[in-house]
Structure formats: structure tokens, C-alpha cells
């Protein structure tokens, strides 16, 4: 889906930004480690049990012998009791409606303003491509500037 945020414009010019309709899905799973500046992405078909416990098992292969601290919201595949959650992750849930407490949520706050506000995509593929330019435009320090929160 298309978003629109502010831009500039000329004064007294028109200003038109495209939209398109219509919904293309994929979902993006990330883990940052605010103080190194490392992270896991995974896409997966679907967001559900099944696929979170995948994306768990990637952060610990990921990360192998270190203890991994992951905040979550309280999504149902994040709180389901079939979860499998490998021994050294240690999973800490947010209050409810407080994205602003995730790491990770900082990063694609960043990445949607920074490349996907006022542009239509053509198709998945594309919003992929842009995902992919984003996050190769990002280094360690700008993970970790991008991440930190003085609470961790």
C-alpha cells in the first residue's frame, strides 16, 4: 500500500503524489542488537506461529552461544503456547499499542520514511528491491543510532 507523508513543493504549483490501490503482502521479521549493530532479517509467506518459530531458530544460529533478549508485542503468533522458543533467547513482551518501545520498530519506521513514503510500487517486487537498497544503505552505527533506546 502506498503512503503519503509530507514533502516540499513549490508554492502556488500544484503538487499530485501517485497512489495505487491494491494489496501485496509479505512479512518482514527483524532482530537488532541495539549495541553491536547486527541484525537478522527473514520474509516469510505468512506471519503466524509456524514462521515466528523459524525466524527464532534463525536469530539463535545467527547469534550461537549468546544470550538473546527479544522484546515483542503481544501479536498472537508471539504469545502462542506452541511457540517453540530456542534455550537462549529470553523473550520480554511489550505493553499493549507501545510500538515505540521495540527496537526494530525504529528501523522500519526509518525504512518506510526514508524509502517507501510518496512512491508507488509496480509490484512486491519492487517493494522488496527498495527493502533491499535500505537496508544495504544502512551500516553498524547506523543500527545502533537507529535502534538504541535508553531503557535497554
Not at 537488532?32 to 523459524?54: C, H, I, Q, R, Y
Not at 533467547?89 to 515505540?100: D, K, Q, V, Y
Amino acid at each position: 500500500m502506498t503512503t503519503l507523508s509530507r514533502a516540499w513543493a513549490e508554492k502556488g504549483k500544484p503538487f499530485v503524489v501517485k497512489a495505487k490501490q491494491g494489496r501485496e503482502s509479505v512479512h518482514a521479521y527483524a532482530s537488532v542488537d541495539p549495541w553491536l549493530g547486527e541484525g537478522v532479517l527473514s520474509l516469510k509467506p505468512k506471519a503466524n506461529t509456524e514462521a515466528m518459530g523459524a525466524f527464532l531458530d534463525e536469530v539463535a544460529t545467527a547469534f550461537p552461544g549468546r544470550k538473546v533478549l527479544m522484546f515483542m508485542d503481544n501479536a498472537g503468533w508471539h504469545t502462542a503456547k506452541k511457540l517453540p522458543v530456542p534455550p537462549d533467547i529470553t523473550i520480554a513482551f511489550l505493553p499493549p499499542r507501545s510500538p515505540e518501545l521495540n527496537p526494530v520498530e525504529r528501523l522500519w519506521r526509518h525504512i518506510r520514511q526514508g524509502h517507501m513514503h510518496n512512491r508507488v510500487f509496480d509490484g512486491l517486487q519492487q517493494v522488496l528491491g527498495a527493502l533491499d537498497e535500505a537496508l544495504m544503505d544502512l551500516g553498524s552505527e547506523d543500527l545502533k543510532r537507529i535502534c538504541a533506546c535508553g531503557y535497554l
